[in-house]
C-alpha cells in the first residue's frame, strides 16, 4: 500500500509565488521538504498544481526576457543623487543612460535568429581529390 500524499490545496498558491520568483523544482522540493520526484509526482496527479507551476515560471521567465532584450537594445531610467552641502539635503534627479549591451545582444539574436546568427557554418566541398605518389 502507497504512502499517502502530503500534498495540500494550499500548495498551489505556493508553488505559483515561488515560482513567479525564480523557483526551480529543486527549490520546489525544499521548500515542501519532499523529493524532487515528489514534485514531478504532484504535477502529474494534479493538473491545478501543473498549471500554477507552469504559469509562474513562464511569468519569471517572461521577466527575464524583457530584462535581456533592455541590456541587448540599452535603457534610461530615473534617477536621483542625494548631496549634502553644509547639513543640508540636496536631491538631484537625473536621467541616466545604460548602453546597448554587446553580449546581450548577440545573445538575444543567436537564439531568436539562429539561422543567420549562430556560431556553426555548414560548408559543403566538391571536387575530386588526386594522391599522387612520387618515387624518390
Known sequence: MARPTAFKPE??????KLC????T???LAD????????IANWQAQHPEFLHALKMGKAEADGKVERSLFHRAVGYTFDA????NHQGTIINAPYREHVPPDTTAAIFWLKNRKS???RDKHD???????KIVHEAA
Open 11 to 16: 500548495f498551489v498558491k505556493q508553488a505559483a
Open 20 to 23: 513567479k520568483l525564480g523557483a
Open 25 to 27: 523544482d529543486a527549490d
Open 31 to 38: 521548500f515542501f521538504d519532499v523529493s524532487i520526484r515528489t
Open 80 to 83: 536621483l543623487k542625494i548631496f
Open 115 to 117: 539561422a543567420q546568427w
Open 123 to 129: 560548408v559543403q566541398h566538391e571536387g575530386e581529390l
